[in-house]
């Protein structure tokens, strides 16, 4: 009996072994990869990273490994760029969905990450002294000098464009993020925007965090 229950437990773990084996499993991201994949990313994002305001296209050089995979998978699912109101996302959405897999996903963001783009010129204008102030409820998140935590799921804020954090903001207030169902984190987010009640305020954060180093 003790020898056919032992038979049993070994064939079980093999099964599970088997089972185990057969779920794809994603290795780190290779940014040498990456960079290939990338080249059609940099039509808009650019180079290095560092956006284009003309193609409303946000930085991404530099930004966290693990939230550019949340994003761009984000993208794919949609829970981001379905929205007909969200032009700039459905913009998005096609160009995530030609990456084929979790594991290109993750090369494309391990390359990303390792992107160091200049610092954006300044294109709002806000008080960066009230802005300060206000940004003392972000700070809890993302940090005192944006650059995001990841226990959190915080993103980095530190280096983006202005007009970039602006408009998110305000997609937050309006729903246009944050109200998707499967969306966890932008719900997380949406009642945190909402506590910038005007466009001023916002508008004084984004020009704080532009003064971030």
Same mark, same amino acid.
């Given at each position: 009996?003790?020898?056919?229950?032992?038979?049993?437990?070994?064939?079980?773990?093999?099964?599970?072994?088997?089972?185990?084996?057969?779920?794809?499993?994603?290795?780190?991201?290779?940014? *040498?990869?990456?960079?290939?994949?990338?080249?059609?990313?940099?039509?808009?994002?650019?180079?290095?990273?560092?956006?284009?305001?003309?193609?409303?296209?946000?930085?991404?050089?530099?930004?966290?490994?693990?939230?550019?995979?949340?994003?761009?998978?984000?993208?794919?699912?949609?829970?981001?760029?379905?929205?007909?109101?969200?032009?700039?996302?459905?913009?998005?959405?096609?160009?995530?969905?030609?990456?084929? *897999?979790?594991?290109?996903?993750?090369?494309?963001?391990?390359?990303?990450?390792?992107?160091?783009?200049?610092?954006?010129?300044?294109?709002?204008?806000?008080?960066?002294?009230?802005?300060?102030?206000?940004?003392?409820?972000?700070?809890?998140?993302?940090? *005192?000098?944006?650059?995001?935590?990841?226990?959190?799921?915080?993103?980095?804020?530190?280096?983006?464009? *202005?007009?970039?954090?602006?408009?998110?903001?305000?997609?937050?207030?309006?729903?246009?993020?944050?109200?998707?169902?499967?969306?966890?984190?932008?719900?997380?987010?949406?009642?945190?925007?909402?506590?910038?009640?005007?466009?001023?305020?916002?508008?004084?954060?984004?020009?704080?965090?532009?003064?971030?180093?």
């Amino acid at each position: 009996m003790v020898l056919d229950m032992t038979k049993l437990l070994m064939h079980g773990l093999l099964i599970v072994i088997g089972i185990g084996a057969a779920v794809s499993v994603v290795a780190a991201g290779d940014p *040498d990869k990456g960079k290939t994949l990338f080249m059609v990313c940099a039509t808009c994002h650019g180079m290095s990273g560092e956006g284009n305001t003309m193609l409303n296209a946000p930085v991404t050089g530099g930004q966290s490994e693990w939230y550019v995979t949340r994003q761009l998978n984000n993208y794919k699912v949609g829970i981001r760029g379905t929205d007909p109101k969200d032009m700039y996302g459905m913009q998005m959405r096609p160009m995530a969905m030609t990456l084929a *897999d979790d594991q290109v996903v993750a090369d494309v963001a391990a390359y990303v990450a390792s992107l160091s783009p200049p610092k954006p010129t300044k294109t709002i204008e806000g008080n960066a002294a009230a802005g300060k102030t206000a940004f003392a409820t972000c700070m809890a998140c993302h940090g *005192d000098k944006g650059q995001g935590n990841e226990t959190l799921n915080a993103p980095k804020l530190v280096g983006q464009h *202005d007009w970039y954090m602006v408009r998110q903001i305000k997609a937050f207030k309006s729903g246009l993020r944050g109200s998707h169902a499967s969306d966890t984190y932008g719900m997380q987010m949406r009642p945190m925007a909402l506590l910038l009640a005007t466009d001023q305020q916002i508008n004084d954060v984004a020009a704080y965090i532009s003064t971030l180093e």
